[in-house]
């Protein structure tokens, strides 16, 4: 109490010093200092700011003279008075009326100035007002902190105090037994931002879009009475805990993106949390969703630091991003409802060990689960039917999975550099594997892949460097391009009839691997087939052939000799019987091997042969 008394003997003394007794209507103050200057003093000077409906319901602004520039200059003007049909803190072309003595217009105005705006500091909105224009205090960014006499106040509207510095909302009802003139002593006393809560009346039912967007206010009260909270209401504020209504039904988009939030609650009734809520909120750590939730829209949770988290029944599918990047979350249930998990839904969840999805589930959506890298083990449930590109891609910590029957199509890095998964048995009803769906699976020795799969797309299990033995599904027309590449132990694979071509790169770097024993139906082998095959030692090549690629067996030294069966059998540049090798120096280079190339006199393997120089004999 000592410091209110204090703070009132200070403010009544400086408001003492100014000339503002010659003002007959409203008690509208401007902290700060305005005006032409006259040997460096300025004009005019502001105190703090009242807004009242006045005149017909005309806003009227006040303007107090500074004291120095009166006592340097005897017989200047006492005051100017605004008027507009809007608020006139909004409107940059009101005019300024002098006023005589008496306190009366003389007849000559000017423009008021938007510098006049940025110096307002502190407001007090009066008891007789019931709404504010959007955008209300815009232009006074350094606005610090308010008194809300009214009890009639409907709404705070959009835009409100966007940008301001305001930390501090005092009103009637939060003042309890002070009186207000100590009330606004106190909101005067804290116009420099030191403040750091906010209450509203219990006559606000509405807050409209970004009306505290990146104020200082960091705790605010608000009505039980309200029921709508406006599009990033609070987005940017220091906000550190908030407690709902229990008429709000919707969280809007941004309401508290990238505020402060350490705590939340919302009472049962809440409908709808809107895409970015929460996004950027780092220090919220926890949030029981109501039941009663039905949508939670993209990225509404996104890098908050929540560690449990369970999905209310109420809904039937998780948006994009929802639950992404959140660096602390361990564990969610996914409850009975829910039947497709979006896009991005729970990526980059680094810390999320266990999810429990419910039986129904039909959709798991791309990247839902990419780089949740202490992700142990997944539990698919048999109603799933599609899981997107790279649903689990970059799970690190990843030993088993179970793919259920209804699955189709394993898409493109759907598994792709999951380096602790072992062994994977492919369902029965998939027809095909995508685009690197199992490389860089390096721990992956075993894989099970059934006749209905056709289709097998490029790099599929690349990288793969603990896979030894595969049998490709008898249906399969073609090995894609890199299909195996790198895949460092792999030491026998059965490619079956029908197979027409084997792509570019198909067994690259495939160390371990010693035979590769070619059906008869296959007719092309791509550049590189089978570069740098270290163990390689026997090729077993059909009369089918028609084409090896150039680089096919380069640098696979244990390979000594090679049949060509077929005369018609085109043979590329470097496609055997060399090894690279570094010099002294360090450059590189292909160098001749002792081998041997069989074939048939006249054909392209002895032309081959002649022009590199090597042995050539003809078929064995």
């Known amino acids: 109490m000592k410091k209110i008394l204090c703070m009132i003997v200070c403010v009544s003394l400086l408001l003492l010093s100014l000339p503002f007794d010659s003002f007959a209507a409203p008690e509208l103050y401007l902290r700060g200092y305005f005006g032409d200057e006259i040997d460096g003093v300025s004009e005019f000077c502001f105190t703090y700011v009242v807004i009242g409906n006045v005149a017909a319901g005309r806003c009227y602004l006040t303007v107090g003279i500074n004291p120095e520039f009166r006592e340097k200059y005897p017989g200047s003007i006492t005051g100017i008075i605004g008027d507009s049909d809007v608020a006139p803190w909004c409107d940059v072309s009101t005019d300024l009326y002098y006023l005589d003595a008496d306190g009366n217009p003389t007849g000559e105005s000017r423009k008021l100035a938007r510098t006049m705006y940025s110096n307002i500091l502190f407001a007090i909105i009066k008891e007789d007002i019931a709404s504010l224009p959007e955008g209300a205090f815009s232009l006074t960014r350094k606005l610090g902190s308010i008194f809300i006499e009214s009890d009639v106040l409907g709404s705070i509207p959009s835009g409100c105090f966007k940008d301001t510095q305001l930390s501090l909302i005092c009103t009637r009802e939060s003042a309890g037994d002070e009186t207000p003139a100590d009330i606004k002593n106190f909101v005067i006393d804290h116009s420099s931002g030191i403040g750091e809560e906010g209450s509203l009346p219990d006559s606000v039912t509405s807050i409209g879009e970004e009306a505290f967007m990146n104020t200082k206010i960091k705790r605010i009260i608000l009505p039980q009475g309200m029921s709508a909270i406006g599009v990033g209401a609070f987005q940017g504020t220091p906000v550190t805990e908030i407690d709902l209504p229990g008429g709000i039904k919707a969280i809007p988009e941004r309401a508290f993106m990238n505020a402060k939030l350490e705590r939340i609650t919302a009472s049962q009734g809440l409908e709808y949390i809107g895409a970015l809520a929460f996004d950027g909120d780092y220090w919220l750590e926890t949030f029981d969703i109501p039941d009663t939730v039905r949508q939670i829209g993209k990225n509404a949770f996104r890098c908050t630091a929540i560690k449990e988290l369970a999905v209310p029944e109420q809904m039937t599918g998780i948006d994009e ?53 202490s992700l142990d083990t997944l539990d698919i449930p048999d109603s799933v039917r599609e899981i997107g590109k790279s649903a689990f891609s970059n799970c690190a910590s990843l030993r088993s999975v179970t793919i259920p029957e209804g699955v189709e199509i394993i ?210």
Do not use: W
């Not at 602390?328 to 729970?346: D, M």
């Not at 969840?349 to 990419?370: C, E, Q, T």
């Not at 028609?546 to 049949?563: D, E, H, V, W």
């Open 411 to 620: 898409e493109e890095n759907t598994f792709r550099g999951c380096v602790e998964l072992g062994a994977v048995s492919v369902p029965s009803t998939v027809t095909r594997i995508g685009t690197r769906a199992f490389s860089d699976c390096s721990s992956l020795e075993q894989i099970t892949i059934p006749r209905s799969v056709t289709k097998i797309m490029t790099r599929a299990f690349a990288g793969c460097s603990s896979l030894k033995h595969i049998d490709m599904p008898e249906d399969i027309k073609s090995i894609p391009d890199y299909l195996f590449y790198g895949c460092d132990s792999l030491s026998s694979v059965t490619i079956p009839d029908g197979v027409t071509a084997i792509g570019n790169g198909a067994f690259y770097k495939c160390a371990s691997l010693k035979e590769a024993a070619l059906p008869a139906s296959v007719r092309a082998i791509g550049s590189e087939c089978f570069y740098e095959c270290t163990s390689l030692v026997s090729a077993d090549l059909p009369d089918s052939l028609r084409m090896i690629g150039k680089y096919a067996f380069c640098r696979c030294p244990s390979l000594t000799s090679l049949n060509v069966p077929s005369v018609k059998t085109l043979i590329g540049s470097y496609a055997y019987g060399y090894y690279y090798s570094k010099d002294d120096t360090g450059i590189g280079s292909f160098n001749l091997m002792p081998c041997t190339l069989y074939g048939m006199t006249g054909s392209y393997a002895e032309e081959y042969a002649e022009d590199l120089g090597i042995n050539f004999a003809e078929n064995q």
């Open 321 to 373: 991003g929802a639950f992404c990047d959140m660096p602390h979350l361990e564990t969610v249930v996914v409850r009975g409802n829910v039947l497709t998990i979006g896009r991005s839904a729970f990526s980059n969840d680094r810390a999320l060990k266990s999810i429990m999805f419910p039986n129904g589930l039909v959709s798991i959506g791309g990247d839902a689960f990419r780089r949740c890298s």
